[in-house]
């Protein structure tokens, strides 16, 4: 029973133009949302968060969208650039501190120069 | 702040043989320790949490007695994987959470890539 779902295996985006990653989730539970971004052979980092109680949360380039009654959280990275290209993980958790995470499968992103 | 290794970075095993991976969070003091598996083009599946002092919770699906984890102190987990086989090859990546302002962050390790042959 896969609860986060990344329907996209994989995203190709000029450099320059936005990426937009998808993530859509089925436990109505989950109450705090993450981006983490990975590299082959590398641990996940950590990139943004947002919780149930906002529907947006902006870091720079990196923006993260919640659209609670759809179960949907979408990551949005405009410019992309070429160090962008890697696996973006979504992930959410339902309690508080030292919550167990449920990731998504991954998209591969890939910004072409 | 907030980094976390994990040694060895890579181990080759044969069939049989016992592994031990360690986690360490080099910069604070980890309140709960986390170990995900990942195989190729898949998910990283959460396979224990752990807290210092006290014994492993495992997920469901995952054999305690196979996948042995000693959380000693708030600095350091280890998993030992016992009588390994070939099946047991995955990326091995530990996390850790602070407890304090970023509740619900965790703090990944490089992962551990295990080849059993």
């Known amino acids: 029973d896969q609860q986060v779902k990344q329907n996209s295996p994989s995203l190709s985006v000029q450099e320059g133009r936005i990426s937009i990653l998808n993530c859509d989730y089925t436990?109505?539970?989950?109450?705090?949302f993450l981006w983490y971004k990975k590299y082959p052979a590398e641990g996940p980092t950590f990139l943004i968060s947002?919780?149930?109680?906002?529907d947006k949360n902006e870091d720079g380039r990196f923006t993260v969208f919640l659209n609670k009654s759809a179960k949907h959280l979408s990551l949005h990275i405009v410019p992309s650039q070429p160090g962008d290209s890697a696996v973006y993980f979504c992930?959410?958790?339902?309690?508080?501190?030292?919550?167990?995470?449920?990731f998504g499968e991954g998209t591969q992103l890939t910004v072409n120069p | 702040g907030a980094v976390v290794s994990q040694h060895p970075s890579w181990v080759i095993c044969k069939s049989g043989t016992s592994v031990k991976i360690e986690c360490r969070s080099l910069?604070?003091?980890?309140?709960?320790m986390f170990w995900y598996r990942q195989f190729p083009k898949q998910s990283l599946m959460l396979m224990a949490t752990?807290?210092?002092?006290?014994?492993?919770?495992?997920e469901q699906g995952v054999e305690k007695d196979k996948f042995l984890i000693n959380h000693a102190s708030l600095t350091l987990s280890t998993l030992t994987v016992t009588s390994a086989h070939p099946e047991d090859s995955s990326f091995y990546i530990c996390s850790a959470t602070t407890g304090g302002a970023f509740d619900n962050e965790q703090f990944f390790g490089p992962g551990t890539r295990l080849t059993v042959l």
């Open positions: 947002i919780s149930s109680i906002k």
């Open positions: 436990n109505s539970m989950f109450d705090y």
């Open positions: 992930a959410a958790s339902g309690e508080t501190s030292g919550s167990r995470l449920t």
């Open positions: 752990s807290n210092e002092g006290s014994k492993a919770t495992y």
């Open positions: 910069d604070f003091q980890a309140t709960t």
